[in-house]
């Protein structure tokens, strides 16, 4: 059974840095694409990147390049999603997704979903 | 890159159906069959419905279906169900190799 599994809920001071994993099992971790969705208290839903674990090409949103770092350790199946420097404009739900394609699109479909992880910035 | 344009809220009565528009532009959802679409319930994690433009995965019923014309794809749900009550959202590859959301539609079954 492919499961995601995130880490538990932070809640951080603005300035502070954090890292928040999502672990996979049920499948081989290293052939498919691990993208980062966010959600902000009562929105929608946000595209912020994509890694592919098996030799860590990474894309970015432009909304997002610089503002976060996306890794993962394929040894032990989990994929990052970490700042150096966290705003209250941070403050969301944050969603990793397994995603999968064909041909260019290799990464557009974000068949399974973790449980999420609620992140709090706040003074 | 701009959201794909959704309408925030649709409704339907159980047992008749219901279409959700997904807009973009040619340089997301009009360039490309990489359309898919997620449905929310609150508190949950987003759930696959439709993918490739109108492939569904096993296990999503029947009544569910996807469509593109140009720069619209559209989500169908037929014989509306209680349970269907839910947010969904629209999702698309770009030019940029990036991929784009829609800002979501909220369904209420009437």
């Known amino acids: 059974e492919v499961q995601l599994v995130q880490s538990g809920a932070e809640v951080k001071k603005p300035g502070e840095s954090l890292k928040i994993s999502c672990k996979g099992s049920?499948?081989?971790?290293?052939?498919?694409?691990i993208g980062w969705v966010r959600q902000m208290p009562g929105k929608g839903l946000e595209w912020m990147g994509i890694?592919?674990?098996?030799?860590?090409?990474?894309r970015y949103s432009p909304s997002f390049q610089g503002q976060v770092t996306i890794s993962a350790d394929k040894s032990i199946s989990t994929a990052y999603l970490q700042w150096s420097s966290l705003k209250a404009s941070d403050t969301a739900m944050y969603y990793c997704a397994r995603s999968v394609g064909s041909g260019s699109g290799s990464y557009v479909i974000a068949d399974y979903w973790g449980q999420g992880t609620l992140v709090t910035v706040s003074s | 890159q701009s959201a794909l344009t959704q309408p925030a809220s649709v409704s339907g009565s159980p047992g008749q159906s219901i279409t959700i528009s997904c807009t973009g532009t040619s340089s997301d959802v009009g360039g490309y069959n990489y359309v898919s679409w997620y449905q929310q319930h609150p508190g949950k994690a987003p759930k696959l419905m439709i993918y490739?433009?109108?492939n569904r995965p096993s296990g999503v019923p029947d009544r569910f279906s996807g469509s593109k014309s140009g720069n619209t794809a559209s989500l169908t749900i037929s014989g509306l169900q209680a349970e269907d009550e839910a947010d969904y959202y629209c999702?698309?590859?770009?030019?940029?190799?990036?991929?784009?959301f829609g800002g979501g539609t909220k369904l209420t079954v009437l």
């Open positions: 890694i592919y674990p098996g030799d860590s090409d990474t």
């Open positions: 049920g499948y081989s971790f290293t052939s498919y694409w």
């Open positions: 490739e433009v109108s």
């Open positions: 999702s698309s590859y770009t030019s940029s190799s990036t991929v784009v």
